[in-house]
């Protein structure tokens, strides 16, 4: 198994696999938030509903063929892509989900003298204390040297003149390794940003395989064949934030690629059964 390399690969099919098994898939224990959840939720499909019925439009419905080939003809640039949006308007504004969160309270536990009366938290949430966190982030405790924080500080191994260059050469013979949890401990010190992609797929398990392609190229499929009325939503928050901002500008026809899929992608609702709400169940007309 060794020679053929299934041996690494078995190793990290089990590591991931317990790692899935220990996700808190249940609901939260807090059921003031899981009142407040419930509530938000029917505002926001409220609101969905309300603009649909203002706009004289469907949740869901199907494009014309002309519309599917141009879609498709400018997958690639999707900002080019014309949309009348003026008539469109936010789902909530910040000062609703500003009144939901100061509304939260719950049943405190406990209080001491000198604890900080901290003005808008309301709920018990239980946090590690200063000496547990010392004992979770030992490296840090410890004083050893994080990549990140001087970079060009001088190494103290033998052969590396910088810290940077040190975790580069440590980087890519854990890399090579292709261990998960080895590389889990090597990235709690830092991770060279030349490294830093191939280092994170590899330990979250991200290796793209061909029944993901073909999955990714199912949810396009339906991007192209079904209108969301959220669709029109996804254009202007990313027109809003994204496509003005001097760093994301230039991902802006990915994020439109990416958050449209995801809007079709069942296996995220899935995921998080148990922690969301119910979520909208429309007619494609």
Excluded at 12 to 33: A, E, G, I, M, Y
Excluded at 175 to 192: F, T
Excluded at 206 to 219: G, N, V
Excluded at 236 to 245: C, G, H, I, R
Aim: hydrophobic share 35%; net charge neutral.
């Amino acid at each position: 198994m060794k020679e053929k390399g299934l041996d690494t690969k078995l190793r990290n099919t089990v590591f991931h696999w317990v790692r899935s098994q220990t996700k808190q898939n249940k609901l939260d224990p807090l059921s003031c938030l899981l009142k407040a959840s419930a509530q938000w939720e029917k505002r926001i499909h409220k609101s969905l509903n309300s603009m649909c019925s203002d706009l004289e439009t469907s949740l869901a419905k199907l494009r014309p063929q002309s519309e599917q080939e141009e879609f498709a003809d400018k997958w690639n640039e999707l900002s080019t892509y014309n949309l009348d949006l003026s008539k469109y308007r936010p789902v909530y504004a910040p000062k609703d989900f500003l009144e939901v969160l100061l509304t939260l309270s719950g049943y405190v536990p406990y209080t001491r003298e000198d604890e900080p009366k901290w003005e808008f938290a309301h709920l018990p949430i239980q946090v590690k204390t200063l000496d547990e966190l010392r004992k979770v982030y030992v490296e840090w405790t410890n004083g050893e040297p994080l990549l990140g924080v001087n970079s060009n500080m001088p190494s103290t191994v033998p052969g590396f003149n910088t810290l940077e260059a040190e975790r580069i050469g440590l980087g890519e013979r854990v890399s090579a390794l292709g261990y998960a949890p080895v590389i889990q401990e090597y990235l709690k010190k830092g991770s060279p940003q030349c490294l830093r992609a191939k280092l994170w797929s590899q330990v979250l398990g991200a290796e793209i395989q061909k029944h993901h392609a073909s999955y990714f190229a199912q949810l396009k499929k339906n991007v192209l064949e079904v209108d969301l009325m959220i669709d029109k939503l996804i254009f202007k928050d990313v027109q809003l934030t994204a496509s003005n901002d001097d760093q994301y500008f230039v991902f802006e026809d990915l994020l439109y690629q990416v958050m449209l899929c995801f809007s079709r992608d069942c296996e995220v609702m899935q995921a998080l059964k148990g922690s969301i709400g119910n979520p909208l169940t429309v007619t494609i007309k």
